[in-house]
């Protein structure tokens, strides 16, 4: 596991140690916190006799993209139900989940809506034939071990007092929140619009999985930057900026929003200071792609996707 000592002003001004958890890198072809959520997921449809996979997800899905890469690399078909209708030619995620042997079908968005409707979806199945399901986002009590992993891979490396991630569907600060069991602190940063219910999410999985709620974290939820896959120019200048400062470049979904947070609350004298605040990078960047496909008529930056 690769640790980052960010060496930012406000950090040292208020006498903090900011690390960068660089789970980006841990696995090469399915980056972050994907990897840790299929992990478990995988080794079950494989118990159960499953060789297909079968999930959800909009057309410029992270989730998508890694299922697809996953099914690859270990030998499942894979099939990728995405809201909406087709458009031709393919988005750079949905090209890439193509490639990588995904077949793609899509649903209109009231039947999306319903996919996890009993009667929706054993009709889908009936189409599609049997598989693994796996949600949208990647998030059940399966996800969940693989995430907690990564706080003991954390913990044999340094030291902490509060751990940081972005969350969309919650599953990732759930699995950090097992991991921790109580001990030190974690926060997760909401990426979506109006994202509080976040937090009986949140509390629902880690009941399900550890049997029991934690009290040491907290959500927050005024750095989603007008919602999910929204974004602004002070926030893709804050991430050219930190690219520039350190050599890392992050995402405008998860942990642009994220690291933009940690920064602002730093400054704002949230975290004691002599504490030790770790932000973990997710990953995420493949999203960059459809980014620049979408929007980049309104930005005269953006970054080499990898």
Excluded at 5 to 12: H, K, M, S
Excluded at 159 to 174: E, R
Aim: aromatic share 8%.
């Amino acid at each position: 596991m690769l640790i980052q000592e960010l060496q930012e002003p406000v950090a040292t001004q208020h006498g903090v140690r900011l690390l960068l958890v660089r789970d980006d890198l841990t696995h090469p072809e399915l980056p972050g916190n994907k990897w840790r959520k299929l992990k478990y997921n995988l080794q079950a449809a494989r118990k159960q006799g499953h060789d297909t996979l079968l999930t959800f997800g909009g057309a410029f899905s992270n989730h998508i993209a890694a299922v697809a890469a996953a099914g690859q690399l270990q030998s499942f078909r894979t099939i990728g139900l995405i809201r909406g209708e087709e458009t031709l030619p393919l988005n750079p995620t949905l090209a890439r989940a193509a490639a990588d042997g995904m077949h793609l079908r899509y649903l209109d968005r009231e039947t999306y809506r319903r996919k996890h409707e009993p009667a929706v979806l054993a009709e889908l199945l009936a189409q599609t034939g049997p598989a693994y399901v796996l949600p949208e986002g990647g998030t059940n009590t399966l996800a969940l071990p693989g995430c907690a992993e990564l706080v003991s891979e954390l913990a044999a490396h340094t030291s902490f007092d509060t751990l940081c991630v972005a969350c969309g569907t919650g599953g990732t600060l759930a699995g950090l929140l097992t991991g921790l069991n109580g001990q030190h602190q974690a926060m997760g940063v909401a990426v979506l619009k109006n994202g509080s219910f976040l937090q009986d999410e949140i509390n629902a999985l880690t009941q399900a999985t550890a049997g029991r709620q934690y009290a040491n974290w907290e959500l927050r939820t005024d750095y989603h930057f007008g919602g999910y896959a929204h974004f602004s120019a002070e926030l893709l200048g804050f991430i050219q900026e930190f690219q520039a400062r350190h050599g890392v470049l992050l995402d405008p979904v998860y942990t642009g929003k994220l690291l933009y947070a940690v920064l602002d609350l730093i400054r704002q004298g949230h975290f004691a200071a002599g504490s030790t605040v770790a932000a973990v990078h997710t990953g995420g960047l493949q999203g960059w792609q459809g980014f620049r496909q979408r929007f980049g008529s309104r930005s005269a930056w953006w970054p080499t996707a990898r």
